[in-house]
């Protein structure tokens, strides 16, 4: 009945009963007939069959009102009159009892065919237009999850393209705000540096060293210092050079916390070549290369200059 109701099919029942005397006579001459059996094929009919000695035969008997044996009924879907639109159900629209030849229960068959036949096609119309319908309310969701998808996705990544640039701006912020501020720590440290730096030597002092530097704009500088002055001094002196003729009041009391300062030169005597490093503990006059007069090239500072000599 389920598989009949779901594809819309007739269905026909057969009980018997081994007490009747036709039974035998129905089996043989009528259900195992080729006429009758090509029929059911070519109408595409469920056949069901059964014994109303088994529970579940007897219980079809119960259900069909069936007094005499064989018994068949014709079953199919119908839509109730005045339930347009409901779930079709299965009924009994022809039922005959007792003996049957092939040719007579054709032609029953055939008249419920004609009958009904035109109602399931209705139906199936009906089934396929729901369908379709459903069909097309489905692509149309599919495109609209589809189109709502790409549309997250587009939002997404522009989401993530101005967050993006955000951080991009933010850290460039940051690491200007860093350049200035080193620059400024850098200018201040100098501005205090200079302050710290000793007055060059009375012409009257002995152990006095005399240093010629050629600065990174060709300018030649020519100092004098205590043999007691420490390398850093010689450091401080050049790179405080381009403060010297400001006036005193640009100076700065105090080296800027949180401010390491690093010097962004090396001072080098080129014959031979001797890189004299930065130290706050070395007196010239023990630095090699420095005591008691010496020329030197301030270079720049680059990753490949930090060798010893």
Do not use: C
């Not at 969701?141 to 701006?169: F, G, N, T």
């Not at 962004?264 to 070549?273: E, G, I, K």
């Amino acid at each position: 009945m389920e598989r009949a109701k779901n594809g819309l099919r007739f269905v026909m029942v057969i009980l018997q009963s081994d007490e009747h005397d036709d039974t035998d006579k129905f089996n043989r001459d009528t259900l195992t007939s080729d006429l009758l059996i090509t029929f059911l094929r070519e109408n595409n009919i469920i056949t069901w069959a059964g014994d109303v000695k088994d529970p579940e035969s007897f219980q079809a008997s119960i259900t069909l009102q069936a007094t005499t044996y064989p018994f068949i009924a014709i079953i199919v879907a119908q839509i109730p009159h005045g339930s347009t639109g409901s779930s079709p159900r299965m009924i009994a629209v022809d039922r005959f009892e007792g003996f049957s030849t092939p040719e007579n229960m054709i032609a029953r068959l055939t008249i419920s065919i004609n009958r009904y036949g035109s109602e399931l096609q209705r139906i199936r119309s009906e089934r396929a237009g729901h369908e379709a319908a459903r069909q097309i309310r489905a692509q149309q969701d599919d495109a609209y999850l589809a189109s709502l998808k790409a549309d997250q996705e587009k939002e997404r990544k522009a989401h993530e393209l101005a967050e993006a640039k955000r951080l991009a701006e933010e850290r460039a912020r940051k690491e200007e705000e860093a350049r200035q501020l080193l620059a400024l720590n850098r200018e201040n440290w100098r501005r205090w540096a200079i302050t710290q730096l000793p007055d060059e030597p009375h012409p009257n002092e002995t152990e006095v060293a005399k240093l010629s530097f050629k600065l990174a704009n060709g300018e030649r500088v020519v100092r004098k210092f205590r043999a007691t002055d420490t390398v850093e001094t010689a450091y401080i002196f050049v790179d405080t050079y381009h403060l010297k003729n400001e006036a005193s009041s640009s100076t700065v009391s105090e080296p800027p916390s949180n401010y390491k300062h690093t010097f962004d030169f090396l001072l080098v005597s080129p014959y031979p070549r001797i890189v004299h490093h930065v130290d706050k503990f070395k007196e010239i006059k023990s630095e090699r290369g420095l005591w008691p007069s010496a020329n030197l090239i301030v270079e720049g500072l680059t990753s490949d200059d930090d060798d010893d000599e």
